[in-house]
């Protein structure tokens, strides 16, 4: 079963701090993916990977930013928190496939909170 | 710029009354369509996907939803709803012809199913 692991459930941090979360699929995706989930607005994305050390903003990259250096693992960071970056983020990664037909899998998500 | 509308916010059914939930998608040409499920505390997972074929699909759980190009509808069914349904459910698009894999989700609807 495909497993992605974000690093941390639950994460407070203060207004102006660099963030780091992790996340890291067990399944050889090339696909890997960034969203925030806030109530009544669905899930936006952030950033997503379609290989290593390669990167495209989605709908909402202001004031993140993401490495993958390896396939597995794919990292957002938030700059300088800020309070309206308190949301939950969620990681998700897929196959490549033909007609880009693969679905998604997600990790449980990280709440977020920034004082 | 494609788009996904998920009309009801909110459903609160009785245990064994009928489900629908809407979804209908802007865009004009071939897409892959999918429909996740989030239960209260964990992670999203996918309940069904139509690619292409009979535009009837059937997921896990009991659930169904049916393609109807003319209407860009994909909407989600379940004949008999029980107390464990209560989750969030989201609609997704994908275009093919895009090229990128990058996936729109709708708003979301939660569902309260009463025992």
């Known amino acids: 079963d495909v497993k992605v692991t974000q690093s941390s459930r639950y994460l407070v941090k203060r207004t102006g701090e660099k963030v780091f979360l992790e996340c890291v699929q067990d399944?050889?995706?090339?696909?890997m993916f960034w969203y925030r989930q806030d109530p009544g607005l669905g899930l936006r994305l952030i950033y997503f990977s379609y290989d290593v050390k390669m990167k495209e903003k989605g709908d909402i990259p202001e004031g993140y930013s993401v490495s993958r250096e390896k396939k597995e693992r794919f990292s957002l960071i938030l700059e300088s928190a800020s309070t309206n970056q308190t949301s939950m983020y969620l990681c998700?990664?897929?196959?490549?496939?033909?007609?880009?037909?693969?679905?998604?899998?997600f990790g449980d998500g990280t709440r977020l909170s920034i004082l | 710029a494609q788009s996904v509308s998920q009309h009801n916010h909110h459903v609160i059914l009785s245990e064994a009354a009928s489900l629908e939930l809407g979804c209908n998608y802007s865009?004009?040409?071939?897409?892959?369509l999918f429909w996740y499920v989030q239960y209260p505390g964990q992670h999203l997972q996918l309940l069904l996907k139509y690619f292409s074929g009979d535009p009837l699909v059937k997921g896990i759980k009991g659930f169904e939803a049916e393609f109807i190009k003319s209407k860009f509808s994909f909407n989600l069914r379940k004949p008999s709803v029980q107390w464990s349904d209560t989750a969030e459910y989201f609609c997704?698009?994908?275009?093919?012809?895009?090229?990128?894999?990058?996936?729109?989700f709708g708003t979301g609807t939660r569902l309260k199913v009463l025992a």
């Open positions: 399944m050889d995706h090339e696909n």
């Open positions: 997704a698009v994908n275009s093919v012809a895009s090229g990128t894999y990058k996936y729109i």
């Open positions: 865009y004009g040409g071939t897409v892959n």
């Open positions: 998700a990664s897929s196959f490549r496939g033909q007609d880009s037909n693969q679905p998604q899998h």
